[in-house]
Protein backbone atom coordinates (compact mmCIF):
# COMPACT_ATOMS: atom_id res chain seq x y z
CA UNK A 1 0.00 0.00 0.00
CA UNK A 2 1.29 3.37 -1.20
CA UNK A 3 1.66 5.96 1.44
CA UNK A 4 1.30 8.61 -1.05
CA UNK A 5 -1.96 8.81 -3.57
CA UNK A 6 -3.36 10.91 -5.88
CA UNK A 7 -5.64 10.74 -8.81
CA UNK A 8 -6.04 12.93 -11.85
CA UNK A 9 -9.43 13.67 -13.79
CA UNK A 10 -8.16 14.21 -16.96
CA UNK A 11 -5.99 13.02 -19.85
CA UNK A 12 -2.21 12.67 -20.02
CA UNK A 13 -1.36 15.57 -22.75
CA UNK A 14 2.42 14.64 -22.36
CA UNK A 15 4.69 11.81 -22.55
CA UNK A 16 8.69 11.83 -22.23
CA UNK A 17 11.92 10.68 -21.42
CA UNK A 18 14.29 12.83 -19.84
CA UNK A 19 18.00 12.03 -20.16
CA UNK A 20 19.23 15.08 -18.49
CA UNK A 21 21.66 14.09 -15.64
CA UNK A 22 19.55 15.57 -13.03
CA UNK A 23 16.93 13.49 -13.85
CA UNK A 24 19.46 10.19 -14.22
CA UNK A 25 20.65 11.04 -10.79
CA UNK A 26 17.64 10.98 -8.99
CA UNK A 27 16.07 8.19 -10.78
CA UNK A 28 18.57 5.96 -10.39
CA UNK A 29 18.38 5.41 -14.06
CA UNK A 30 19.38 6.12 -17.89
CA UNK A 31 16.18 8.34 -18.12
CA UNK A 32 13.22 9.07 -16.18
CA UNK A 33 9.66 8.78 -17.69
CA UNK A 34 6.66 11.47 -16.97
CA UNK A 35 3.21 12.32 -18.16
CA UNK A 36 2.19 15.55 -17.94
CA UNK A 37 -0.98 16.81 -16.76
CA UNK A 38 -2.89 19.66 -15.82
CA UNK A 39 -2.42 20.67 -12.23
CA UNK A 40 -6.42 21.85 -12.19
CA UNK A 41 -7.50 17.77 -13.02
CA UNK A 42 -4.47 16.55 -10.37
CA UNK A 43 -5.43 15.75 -6.53
CA UNK A 44 -3.92 14.15 -3.50
CA UNK A 45 -5.77 11.33 -1.82
CA UNK A 46 -3.63 10.31 0.62
CA UNK A 47 0.15 11.52 2.41
CA UNK A 48 0.47 14.81 1.11
CA UNK A 49 1.48 14.84 4.51
CA UNK A 50 4.49 12.45 3.67
CA UNK A 51 5.49 15.35 1.03
CA UNK A 52 9.12 16.79 0.91
CA UNK A 53 10.12 19.32 -2.04
CA UNK A 54 13.22 19.69 -3.59
CA UNK A 55 14.16 22.90 -5.50
CA UNK A 56 16.65 20.74 -8.01
CA UNK A 57 17.18 23.79 -10.13
CA UNK A 58 15.52 27.57 -10.67
CA UNK A 59 12.99 26.20 -12.60
CA UNK A 60 12.16 22.56 -11.21
CA UNK A 61 10.89 21.84 -7.84
CA UNK A 62 10.62 17.98 -7.60
CA UNK A 63 8.20 16.36 -5.28
CA UNK A 64 9.38 12.87 -3.41
CA UNK A 65 7.70 10.57 -0.48
CA UNK A 66 9.88 11.11 2.47
CA UNK A 67 9.15 7.76 3.92
CA UNK A 68 10.34 6.11 0.83
CA UNK A 69 11.74 8.21 -1.81
CA UNK A 70 9.39 7.60 -4.22
CA UNK A 71 9.98 10.67 -7.06
CA UNK A 72 6.08 12.03 -7.55
CA UNK A 73 6.01 14.59 -9.74
CA UNK A 74 7.91 17.44 -11.00
CA UNK A 75 6.58 21.31 -11.61
CA UNK A 76 7.86 23.55 -13.84
CA UNK A 77 8.46 27.56 -13.06
CA UNK A 78 7.64 28.27 -16.26
CA UNK A 79 4.36 25.95 -16.40
CA UNK A 80 2.36 26.85 -13.42
CA UNK A 81 -0.52 24.98 -15.30
CA UNK A 82 0.67 21.71 -15.23
CA UNK A 83 2.61 18.77 -13.25
CA UNK A 84 4.82 16.35 -14.75
CA UNK A 85 4.10 12.86 -12.87
CA UNK A 86 6.66 10.37 -12.49
CA UNK A 87 5.68 7.41 -13.89
CA UNK A 88 6.99 5.09 -11.80
CA UNK A 89 4.24 6.28 -9.17
CA UNK A 90 1.82 5.62 -11.71
CA UNK A 91 -0.14 2.59 -11.32
CA UNK A 92 -1.91 0.65 -14.24
CA UNK A 93 -1.62 1.23 -18.05
CA UNK A 94 -3.13 4.63 -18.64
CA UNK A 95 -3.96 6.03 -22.20
CA UNK A 96 -0.77 8.83 -23.40
CA UNK A 97 0.32 10.40 -26.15
CA UNK A 98 3.05 8.77 -27.90
CA UNK A 99 6.20 9.84 -26.17
CA UNK A 100 9.54 11.76 -26.88
CA UNK A 101 13.05 11.97 -25.89
CA UNK A 102 14.42 15.01 -24.14
CA UNK A 103 17.88 16.31 -23.32
CA UNK A 104 19.46 13.39 -25.35
CA UNK A 105 22.61 15.51 -25.40
CA UNK A 106 23.25 14.79 -21.69
CA UNK A 107 21.95 11.40 -21.86
CA UNK A 108 24.15 8.31 -20.40
CA UNK A 109 27.35 7.07 -22.71
CA UNK A 110 26.54 3.53 -21.89
CA UNK A 111 22.64 3.52 -22.62
CA UNK A 112 21.33 3.23 -26.80
CA UNK A 113 18.14 4.55 -27.29
CA UNK A 114 16.62 1.99 -29.42
CA UNK A 115 13.60 3.04 -30.61
CA UNK A 116 12.02 5.57 -33.13
CA UNK A 117 10.67 8.53 -30.86
CA UNK A 118 11.47 12.25 -31.73
CA UNK A 119 14.56 13.20 -30.16
CA UNK A 120 15.59 16.44 -28.52
CA UNK A 121 18.97 17.63 -27.74
CA UNK A 122 17.63 19.67 -24.93
CA UNK A 123 13.63 20.97 -24.70
CA UNK A 124 11.55 21.09 -27.82
CA UNK A 125 11.27 23.55 -30.19
CA UNK A 126 8.45 25.73 -29.31
CA UNK A 127 5.70 24.87 -32.37
Same mark, same amino acid.
Given at each position: ??? *?? $????? /????????? #???????????????????????????????? *?? $????? /????????? #??????VALKDEPESFYLSMSAIDG???????????????????????????????????
Amino acid at each position: MWG *VT $YQVDG /SINDFSHCH #CSQCRRLHGGAFATFAGVERENFSYLSGEEEL *VY $YASSD /SHQRVFCRN #CGANILVALKDEPESFYLSMSAIDGEPLRPEGYHIFVGSKAPWYTINDQLTQYETFPEEE
